[in-house]
Structures are given as C-alpha cells and as structure tokens.
C-alpha cells in the first residue's frame, strides 16, 4: 500500500484539461504520450530485468488467488513507492500528481495507490471479462476500495495485428456484458494513459500475439 505523501508540481494543463474533461463526461479517458519514450524505456527495461530475475509471479483472478492463465495470462510484480529506482520515482510523481488533479477537481477523495508491473507473454489468452471492484448496491464511494484504474501501456509502439487491446464496455453492466455490447477497444501502444472508474467498467484483455507490457494501479478511497 502506497501513501503519496509529498506535492509534485501539478501536470500541465494542455494533460489535465482533456484528461478532466473526458472523465466528467464518460467516466473513462485514453491520453496518449502521456509519458515520454525515455520514461516508456526505462520502465519497460526494469520490467523485463525484474522477469529475469525471477521477480514476476502468475497473476490470479479476483476473489481467489488461484491463477488460471485461461482466465487470466499474464504475470505481474508489486512496485513500492520507496523503491529508489529512478524511473519508479518518475512514475509515482506523476502517480502523485494525477491523484492530486482528480481530488482536486472531482472530490474523489483518492487516499493510497497499489500498482504492479505485468506482462502478457507473446501468444496469451488475455484477460476475460472482469470489472475492478465488486459492484455495491449503495451508490457513492465504498471506503478503502478501488475506486479509479490506471494503466500506462510500456510498449514499443504496437501492430495492430498482435492483437492484445483493451476491450473496454462503455454501457452500465450490473452483470457480465454480452461480447457484443457496446464497446471501445484501446491499442496496448507505448506511453498511452488510460484511467477509469473501477466500479464501473467491464473490461477485457485480447489474446495478445506479441508480449505486452504494461504498468497498472488502482487509487483507492480512505
Ligand atoms: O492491461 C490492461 O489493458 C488491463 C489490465 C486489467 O484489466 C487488470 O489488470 O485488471
Ligand atoms: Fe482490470
């Protein structure tokens, strides 16, 4: 669990005001080169050195941590904020700094962030269809849940042949969405921002034919 204690500089407008603007209207944003290719670098290499080392684990499904790569393929490695590694010390600024827009101009009352690594090996089934937090049967916010998802995809640019988006459904599903319902599908590429509201949206990982790499969170409410 990770406390952002300190105040960055805030992220600059020409980020913040589209960012704002579509999460008040749809309740999910894309921002693309929301981080620079040096970052996307850097993050990718100490992603791809901690598999090596040994670091990744099989990531498990929802209530239980069975793994089942059917369901769910790829592997993932917790990331701390007291991690002295210089690129993770970008990454949680801007962490830092994101939830400082969102507090400040939604009122979400964001409190604490857990975030990994993960990696989808080429040739993975994906991610089925899941939402991030169980749905409450009282509007509002649930405190100490997940409240608002971010990913940022680390990847080399992105063919659209290897497949492996984001398939996110944009409708209001109290239960698992028919794969027809209405839906956006976001290409895993290089220093692409995406964040949505984690009780709201279900989602899925398309089989991806090249490895995939990304690094995702949940801020969650006090
Ligand atoms: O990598 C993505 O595009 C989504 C990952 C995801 O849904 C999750 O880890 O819960
Ligand atoms: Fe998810």
């Known amino acids: 669990m990770n406390h952002i204690a300190f105040t960055p500089a805030p992220l600059p407008e020409e980020v913040a005001d589209p960012l704002l603007d579509a999460l008040t209207r749809q309740h999910y944003c894309v921002i693309d080169q929301f981080i620079p290719?040096?970052?996307i670098a850097s993050l990718r290499d100490l992603a791809l050195t901690r598999q090596q080392a040994g670091?990744?684990?099989q990531a498990g499904t929802s209530k239980s941590a069975i793994t089942n790569p059917a369901l769910r393929g790829d592997q993932i490695a917790w990331l701390d904020e007291s991690d002295p590694h210089p690129a993770l010390r970008k990454y949680f600024a801007l962490l830092s700094k994101l939830q400082q827009l969102v507090n400040r101009n939604l009122m979400m009352g964001l409190d604490t962030v857990e975030t990994h690594f993960a990696?989808?090996?080429a040739g993975s089934s994906g991610y089925a269809t899941h939402i991030d937090?169980?749905?409450q049967h009282s509007p509002g916010p649930v405190s100490g849940s997940r409240?608002?998802?971010l990913i940022i995809y680390l990847n080399e640019g992105w063919p659209e042949e290897a497949g492996g988006e984001l398939?996110?459904?944009t409708g209001q599903h109290t239960a698992q969405p028919l794969p027809e319902a209405a839906h956006i599908d976001i290409s895993p590429t290089g220093g692409r921002l995406v964040l949505f509201l984690s009780d709201?949206?279900?989602h899925t990982v398309l089989p991806a034919k090249q490895a995939r790499l990304s690094v995702t969170g949940w801020f969650k409410t006090r």
């Open 200 to 202: 709201r949206f279900w």
């Open 167 to 169: 398939r996110l459904y």
């Open 147 to 149: 409240a608002l998802t």
């Open 55 to 57: 670091f990744m684990h």
């Open 119 to 121: 990696i989808y090996p």
């Open 37 to 39: 290719a040096d970052l």
């Open 133 to 135: 937090q169980f749905q």
